[in-house]
């Protein structure tokens, strides 16, 4: 044997030592990057969609005062019935899905489908999107920037000829890096990826380094691409605003009870309104025009409710009279309440009815407006020496909105720290966030949810 021969031996033997080295979990991790890659490209395309269409909606924003003759303030009528309307046609021309719901046609993908989703959905479920919430549909992004990123990872393991156990492994991480990206939170989409396939605390564990390769390379690139803002958390909380007393322990209970009760009626009324939906003996594009001109007739006199209402989001946190309840005063508990109730009667309208768009993004809303709200009436019930701060509370009251209506209580956790910049509040977002998904066992916003592994069809052969 040649010296030559030696090295070469020693040298593979220093490079690939190890029982689980291997060229094809090495594979795995280079085709995430992969998947993350084409995934962080699509979204990008998206967000730049999202901003064209937002711009021309601001612009109507900025000239809807409440003045019965003003054509601007009436467009609100008839703009989401219009929008949804298209992205309606879109869809129903151009993909096989037949409902809009997008994070649960990647979660019932997974474990019926061995990941397979048609590449249609890649241009045409963005688009039909952001005509549906760009038109001031009450709904979200994240619906369809999953499923984008699912169809973009199962796209490239049918390029690649993979077998049906890692198309499900890509679709998760593409899934994960789409929430990555457009939420500017790598860590919690990485999370969300191997843990919204369950409505219980169990995770997809063969996904999860994955899901974080593809996330890291997804959220790089959009960053890259989109500039210095996409570096920054997507929404700002002082971080003054820290957990400095075991007292708030307390009220922050109080808190995750009534959010429980909140993702309830939340789950319930949309529930009602998607079987009303079905059973209605007209065409689908009538029910999607019904339920946009429910959501304009809401918009008209409160336009708070109408496309992501992030607005309201940056409103609690600010504290400011920015949230514009006309008639009902601003910013204030009660104002807040009735904004929660439009919003969980707006979406339900609209995506319930069959329009195109997410349930993510208004259960941000929902929390953050309960949680301000629960807040307020605290810090006027309790001493001063307690420090309660409604915007801590609207925070607080995100993360646990979402881990109990979406079964994602790590996300949640992680996600709303990224997001606000705050990571000051862990500990009561921890206290709330099991809180409140405990006492909602049974309930999820995704019917597509199994409650764990043995429930899975993936986990039955």
Same mark, same amino acid.
């Not at 993360?399 to 997001?419: D, H, K, N, Q, Y």
């Not at 099991?434 to 993936?458: D, K, M």
């Given at each position: 044997?040649?010296?030559?021969?030696?090295?070469?031996?020693?040298?593979?033997?220093?490079?690939?030592?190890?029982?689980?080295?291997?060229?094809?979990?090495?594979?795995?991790?280079?085709?995430?990057m992969?998947?993350?890659?084409?995934?962080?490209?699509?979204?990008v395309?998206?967000?730049?969609?999202?901003?064209f269409a @937002?711009?021309?909606?601001?612009?109507?924003?900025?000239?809807r005062e409440m003045?019965?003759d003003?054509?601007?303030?009436?467009?609100?009528?008839?703009?989401?019935?219009t929008?949804a &309307?298209l992205?309606?046609?879109?869809?129903?021309?151009?993909?096989?899905?037949?409902?809009?719901?997008?994070t649960?046609?990647?979660?019932?993908?997974?474990?019926k @489908?061995?990941?397979?989703?048609?590449?249609?959905?890649i241009?045409?479920?963005?688009?039909?999107?952001?005509?549906?919430?760009?038109?001031?549909?009450?709904?979200?992004?994240?619906?369809?920037?999953?499923?984008?990123?699912?169809?973009?990872?199962?796209?490239?393991?049918?390029?690649?000829?993979?077998?049906?156990r890692?198309?499900?492994?890509?679709?998760?991480?593409?899934?994960a890096?789409?929430?990555?990206?457009?939420?500017?939170?790598?860590?919690a989409?990485?999370?969300?990826?191997?843990e919204?396939?369950?409505s219980?605390?169990?995770i997809?564990?063969?996904?999860?380094l994955?899901?974080f390769?593809?996330?890291?390379?997804s959220?790089?690139?959009?960053?890259?691409?989109?500039?210095?803002?996409?570096w920054e958390?997507?929404f700002i909380l002082?971080?003054?605003?820290?957990?400095?007393n075991?007292l708030?322990?307390?009220p922050?209970?109080?808190l995750?009870?009534i959010?429980?009760f909140?993702?309830?009626f939340?789950?319930?009324?949309?529930?009602?309104?998607?079987?009303?939906?079905?059973?209605?003996?007209?065409?689908?594009?009538?029910?999607?025009?019904?339920?946009?001109l429910?959501?304009?007739v809401?918009?008209?006199?409160?336009?708070?409710?109408?496309?992501?209402?992030?607005?309201?989001?940056?409103?609690?946190?600010?504290g400011?009279?920015?949230v514009? &309840?006309?008639?009902l005063?601003s910013?204030?508990?009660?104002?807040?309440?009735?904004?929660?109730v439009?919003?969980?009667?707006a979406?339900?309208?609209?995506?319930?009815?069959g329009?195109?768009?997410?349930?993510?993004?208004?259960?941000?809303?929902?929390?953050?407006?309960?949680?301000a709200a629960?807040?307020?009436?605290?810090?006027?019930?309790?001493p001063?020496?307690?420090?309660?701060?409604?915007?801590?509370?609207a925070?607080v009251?995100m993360?646990?909105?979402?881990a109990?209506?979406?079964?994602?209580?790590?996300t949640s956790?992680v996600?709303v720290?990224?997001?606000?910049?705050?990571?000051?509040?862990?500990?009561?977002?921890?206290?709330?966030?099991?809180?409140?998904?405990?006492?909602?066992?049974?309930w999820?916003l995704?019917?597509?949810?199994?409650?764990?592994?043995?429930?899975s069809?993936?986990?039955?052969?």
């Amino acid at each position: 044997m040649s010296k030559f021969t030696k090295v070469s031996k020693r040298g593979r033997k220093f490079l690939f030592a190890g029982k689980g080295m291997s060229v094809r979990t090495g594979r795995f991790l280079g085709e995430s990057m992969l998947v993350g890659a084409v995934t962080g490209l699509a979204v990008v395309a998206f967000k730049y969609m999202i901003d064209f269409a @937002h711009h021309y909606f601001a612009q109507l924003e900025d000239k809807r005062e409440m003045v019965w003759d003003n054509p601007a303030r009436w467009a609100l009528l008839f703009l989401p019935a219009t929008g949804a &309307l298209l992205g309606y046609l879109l869809i129903k021309r151009f993909s096989k899905l037949e409902h809009a719901r997008g994070t649960d046609s990647a979660i019932q993908a997974f474990h019926k @489908h061995d990941g397979y989703i048609t590449s249609n959905v890649i241009p045409v479920k963005p688009v039909a999107s952001v005509l549906t919430v760009g038109s001031g549909g009450s709904a979200g992004y994240e619906g369809p920037v999953t499923l984008l990123g699912a169809a973009c990872g199962s796209a490239v393991a049918r390029i690649l000829k993979i077998a049906p156990r890692g198309r499900r492994i890509l679709m998760a991480s593409g899934l994960a890096a789409g929430i990555a990206a457009l939420f500017q939170a790598p860590l919690a989409g990485a999370i969300f990826g191997f843990e919204i396939f369950y409505s219980s605390s169990d995770i997809e564990d063969e996904t999860v380094l994955p899901c974080f390769v593809a996330s890291a390379v997804s959220y790089a690139i959009y960053a890259c691409l989109i500039g210095q803002s996409a570096w920054e958390p997507l929404f700002i909380l002082d971080n003054q605003y820290a957990f400095s007393n075991g007292l708030r322990l307390l009220p922050y209970f109080a808190l995750a009870v009534i959010v429980a009760f909140g993702v309830r009626f939340y789950i319930s009324f949309f529930g009602f309104i998607e079987k009303f939906f079905q059973k209605l003996k007209v065409f689908g594009w009538t029910k999607v025009i019904i339920g946009g001109l429910l959501t304009g007739v809401i918009g008209f006199f409160y336009p708070d409710i109408l496309s992501t209402s992030y607005s309201v989001i940056t409103a609690t946190f600010s504290g400011s009279n920015e949230v514009s &309840l006309e008639g009902l005063g601003s910013f204030t508990a009660y104002g807040l309440l009735i904004l929660f109730v439009l919003k969980v009667v707006a979406t339900s309208f609209t995506v319930g009815s069959g329009g195109s768009g997410g349930l993510f993004a208004p259960a941000l809303v929902c929390g953050a407006a309960l949680g301000a709200a629960v807040g307020m009436i605290f810090k006027s019930l309790l001493p001063d020496a307690i420090g309660i701060n409604p915007q801590a509370f609207a925070l607080v009251g995100m993360a646990g909105f979402m881990a109990s209506a979406l079964r994602i209580p790590l996300t949640s956790i992680v996600m709303v720290a990224e997001m606000s910049g705050n990571h000051r509040l862990l500990v009561p977002a921890m206290w709330v966030c099991c809180i409140s998904f405990w006492l909602n066992s049974g309930w999820t916003l995704y019917r597509s949810q199994v409650h764990a592994q043995e429930s899975s069809p993936v986990h039955l052969m």
